[in-house]
């Protein structure tokens, strides 16, 4: 029975669990985005949130010298503090979240995807976005405002209809996913 059990041990000594979790960590800092069992994201998401939530406190030498004793990689540490931690300054909490893709093939385990909330998915793959706005090139400077006004409401409107895209996108590539690790665990 796991009564007052707070510790999930994964099949690992103290030591191991340890560089389990620091390892996990850098892996999410570094690449925004990672496959693992849906067990073991659980248990990530404690560890990156308390990290994030302890590097938009402060950004000073003791907060980057802790976070340094619990994952020595200065790297990690580093991208924590000058690029996650800021996105995040305006979150007060649910800074990942878990994609459940299925079962792995091998051992049936439940596998799943733990990301950032903010994760790009195109500049993951390194689709460079679309320019929302263009510019007219030729145009006198002296243009009407209506003209203005039209172009504008023009630009905004194609702004929309690329984040709305953007969103169909993401579903999409979620269900094939999704749809892929089914098929496989079939066969």
């Known amino acids: 029975m796991h009564h007052r059990r707070r510790t999930k041990y994964f099949g690992r000594k103290f030591n191991a669990r340890k560089a389990l979790w620091r390892g996990l960590v850098s ?23 308390k990290a994030i939530t ?3 406190k402060s950004d000073g030498l003791a907060t980057r010298r802790l976070l ?3 994952y020595p990689n200065e790297a990690t540490v ?18 990942t979240r878990i994609i459940k ?3 792995r093939p091998g051992d049936t385990a439940e596998m799943a995807f733990i990301e950032f909330v903010d994760y790009d998915y195109k500049t ?18 002296a243009a009407k405002k209506s003209d203005a006004q039209v172009s504008e409401a023009k630009a905004q409107s194609k702004a929309k209809k690329l984040v709305a895209a953007a969103k169909v996108a993401k579903k999409r590539n979620v ?7 089914r098929a496989e665990n079939r066969a």
């Open 54 to 56: 302890l590097g938009k």
């Open 175 to 181: 269900r094939k996913i999704q749809a892929k690790s």
């Open 78 to 95: 580093e991208s924590l503090l000058s690029n996650v931690a800021p996105r995040m300054k305006d979150r007060a909490g649910g800074y």
């Open 27 to 49: 892996s999410l800092v570094e690449h925004g985005r990672i496959k693992t069992t849906v067990e073991k994201a659980k248990e990530l998401r404690r560890h990156v949130e």
């Open 124 to 141: 993951a793959k390194g689709v460079a976005p679309e320019a929302t706005e263009t510019k007219a090139k030729g145009k006198k400077k």
């Open 68 to 70: 340094l004793s619990r």
């Open 101 to 103: 893709i299925g079962r």
